[in-house]
């Protein structure tokens, strides 16, 4: 267990919606990254939050939107939807803000999301 | 700008053989880590092995190893006594703590029996 939580874990929805993916970070961890990865695909980098501010944003589409809370757990927002947008999509910690820092990225399970 | 190759698509070994996954990396900072992480088929990303860039001596996990080359920029992962549960895709990635990760596209590992 990785200590990162991600909800839900699956979602089908039609075209045209909007949906929202949920991420808890790691207990203490102050950055939260989200990636997305279609089928047989590599990972590709979204977006980067570090303790509520953006730090980083990769190949997110405009349709795309992210926030990271007070509390840090983040939410992905994804509207419009397309038949492209399926994939699984993850939420990563780092930079714990106490203790040993490894430098690693610690994933959730990630949210299976399916549009028809 | 901030890359990782990884040349091998694909690789397979016979089940207790030896294998390398190549990766090699641009950056021109001088202090981050490097990681090797494994996705098998259920998807979840796990990490196999972590360097830190200013350790010379390279890391070991069990059967995984790295040969970590920092003037190069290279950072295999060696598998030994390959198994079939090391069959995944393996990612090579380097980052920097609170800042942005970076990785390669991935070489899909088969263990043949």
């Known amino acids: 267990d990785s200590g990162v939580t991600q909800t839900p874990k699956h979602l089908i929805t039609a075209t045209g919606q909007r949906v929202t993916l949920r991420c808890s970070p790691r207990s203490g961890d102050l950055s939260v990254y989200w990636y997305q990865q279609s089928l047989d695909q590599g990972l590709q980098f979204l977006i980067q939050?570090?303790?509520?501010?953006?730090?980083a944003k990769g190949n997110i589409l405009e349709r795309f939107s992210a926030q990271q809370f007070p509390d840090l757990h983040s939410e992905l927002n994804l509207s419009s939807l397309e038949l492209g947008d399926s994939a699984l999509y993850f939420c990563?910690?780092?930079?714990?803000?106490?203790?040993?820092?490894?430098?690693?990225?610690?994933f959730g399970e990630g949210s299976r999301l399916t549009v028809l | 700008a901030q890359t990782v190759t990884q040349s091998q698509p694909e690789m397979s070994v016979q089940e207790a053989e030896t294998v390398t996954l190549s990766c090699t990396y641009d950056?021109?900072?001088?202090?981050?880590?490097l990681f090797w992480y494994k996705q098998p088929p259920s998807r979840q990303m796990i990490l196999v092995i972590r360097?830190?860039?200013?350790?010379?001596q390279n890391a070991t996990e069990n059967r995984f190893s790295v040969n970590f080359q920092k003037a190069a920029k290279s950072f295999s992962l060696k598998i030994s006594d390959s198994q079939l549960g090391d069959a995944a895709m393996y990612f090579c990635?380097?980052?920097?703590?609170?800042?942005?990760?970076?990785f390669g596209t991935g070489t899909s590992l088969t263990v043949i029996p």
């Open positions: 939050y570090y303790n509520g501010e953006e730090r």
């Open positions: 950056t021109s900072e001088s202090d981050y880590y």
């Open positions: 990563a910690s780092s930079a714990p803000s106490t203790g040993p820092n490894t430098g690693e990225l610690f």
């Open positions: 990635a380097f980052g920097f703590t609170g800042n942005q990760f970076y």
């Open positions: 360097q830190e860039a200013y350790k010379q």
